[in-house]
């Protein structure tokens, strides 16, 4: 498994369900869920589209994640990309969506 939905964060808005190019997200009762983990191939695209942080993507003891997770939570300008590792210490690195693309 690539992922998985903390459906206590969740909102509802569908944005992962539209975005996963193996169609594996779904909505029930106004939640999103993964239909099949096995087949997630950890593509992120539904990670990029979730503002509120309830996408958890496992990063792989291959690139050292060690089982820690990613999410992102957006809050205005700023995207916050948490890493939680097993032990529960995470590390937050902000950035401000306006501000990145100026030169």
């Known amino acids: 498994m690539s992922i998985a939905i903390k459906t206590e964060n969740c909102i509802g808005c569908g944005r992962c369900t539209e975005v996963c190019p193996g169609n594996l997200i779904r909505l029930r009762e106004g939640k999103a869920y993964i239909k099949r983990e096995r ?48 032990s529960g210490i995470t590390q937050t690195i902000e950035t401000n969506t306006q501000e990145a693309n100026q030169y």
């Open 39 to 86: 087949d997630c191939w950890g593509c992120t695209s539904c990670l990029k589209e979730c503002k509120k942080g309830a996408i958890l993507f496992f990063l792989g003891a291959d690139m050292g994640g060690r089982g820690s997770t990613l999410s992102i939570r957006e809050e205005g300008a700023l995207r916050k990309w948490t890493v939680t590792d097993p």
